[in-house]
């Protein structure tokens, strides 16, 4: 923030990239953003509240120096998490709601493990107020912040989709279809396509295990197992998994561990 407020760089195009700890392990709060919850009587939770209280205080200034320096209005501002709520360290998600109707936590393919909330600021092209629910994945980041930076080249070899034409309401190129894949406690994959979400769990120890199957416009909270209803989705689920799937000694060494 302190180079943002340089008066040689507020005329140059510039990439800001944020990563916050909070409220990741170890949760620690500053004293304070603890004082409003000396109340609570759970170290956890009142960490907890002081870890979010700490987020949104220093997002805050971020947001307050783009205004000072006149540049609110012509630059993008993207907030996200990089995985659903943890149980660590004292965490309690359920306490909090944190995942609401979603299944599963932080390591989990299901809902809750790998959909979390994005929002995107940049009022001079993105319509406020605005949703969508065009579904996109880290991958797609990259070609999204290069295409908003007017970087005319192609770069091969990138699974990733510019979701630019979302956020200034055009129309929007969709992934075939969203894959997973998760290494520790024994090994999942899930692939996204459309309505339809297929997981596969124990994959080290059994590569064709069953393949869990829920449809996600009527059944957002993965409950009802699908996967005997519609056994040809199921076998695209699988063609798909084994499609995307890498095989590499970093994968190998990973499942010897488990």
Same mark, same amino acid.
């Given at each position: 923030i /302190?180079?943002?407020? %340089?008066?040689?760089n507020?005329?140059k195009?510039?990439f &800001?990239?944020?990563?916050?700890?909070?409220?990741? &392990?170890?949760i620690?709060?500053?004293?304070?953003?603890?004082?409003?919850?000396?109340?609570?009587?759970?170290?956890?939770?009142?960490?907890?509240?002081?870890?979010?209280?700490?987020?949104?205080? *220093?997002?805050?200034? &971020?947001?307050? *120096?783009l205004?000072?320096?006149?540049?609110?209005?012509?630059?993008?501002?993207?907030?996200t998490?990089?995985n659903?709520?943890?149980?660590?360290?004292g965490?309690?998600?359920?306490y909090?709601?944190?995942?609401?109707?979603?299944?599963?936590?932080?390591?989990d393919?299901? %809902?809750?493990g790998?959909?979390?909330?994005?929002?995107?600021?940049?009022? /001079?092209?993105i319509?406020?107020?605005?949703?969508?629910?065009h579904p996109?994945?880290f991958?797609?980041?990259f070609?999204?912040a290069i295409e908003i930076?007017?970087?005319?080249?192609?770069? *091969?070899?990138?699974?990733?989709?510019?979701?630019?034409?979302t &956020?200034v309401?055009?129309?929007?190129?969709s992934h075939?279809y969203?894959?997973?894949?998760?290494?520790?406690?024994?090994?999942?994959? *899930?692939?996204?396509?459309?309505?339809?979400?297929?997981?596969?769990?124990?994959?080290a120890?059994?590569?064709?295990?069953p393949?869990?199957?829920?449809?996600?416009?009527?059944?957002?909270?993965?409950?009802?197992?699908?996967?005997?209803?519609?056994?040809q989705?199921?076998?695209k689920?699988?063609?798909?998994?084994k499609e995307?799937?890498?095989?590499?000694?970093?994968?190998?060494?990973?499942?010897?561990?488990?």
């Open positions: /302190s180079r943002l407020k %340089e008066k040689r507020q005329s195009p510039f &800001l990239n944020v990563w916050t700890h909070e409220p990741h &392990l170890p620690e709060s500053s004293p304070e953003f603890m004082k409003p919850y000396a109340e609570i009587e759970d170290e956890g939770i009142r960490q907890h509240h002081g870890n979010v209280t700490q987020i949104d205080h *220093a997002f805050g200034n &971020l947001m307050k *120096a205004d000072q320096m006149g540049l609110n209005e012509n630059t993008f501002v993207f907030f998490s990089d659903g709520p943890h149980k660590e360290g965490a309690d998600p359920d909090f709601d944190s995942n609401g109707p979603l299944k599963g936590y932080k390591r393919l299901y %809902e809750g790998i959909r979390v909330p994005m929002m995107a600021y940049w009022p /001079s092209k319509q406020p107020g605005s949703t969508s629910n996109s994945a991958w797609d980041f070609p999204t930076a007017g970087v005319k080249k192609e770069f *091969a070899g990138i699974d990733g989709i510019s979701f630019l034409p &956020l309401g055009k129309e929007q190129k075939p969203l894959y997973w894949e998760f290494l520790e406690r024994g090994g999942r994959q *899930a692939v996204l396509m459309n309505q339809w979400k297929g997981i596969r769990l124990n994959m120890k059994n590569p064709d295990a393949i869990e199957l829920y449809r996600l416009t009527d059944d957002i909270g993965e409950e009802n197992n699908l996967a005997q209803e519609y056994p989705i199921v076998k689920m699988d063609r798909l998994m995307a799937h890498v095989n590499s000694e970093i994968f190998s060494f990973e499942y010897e561990k488990n």
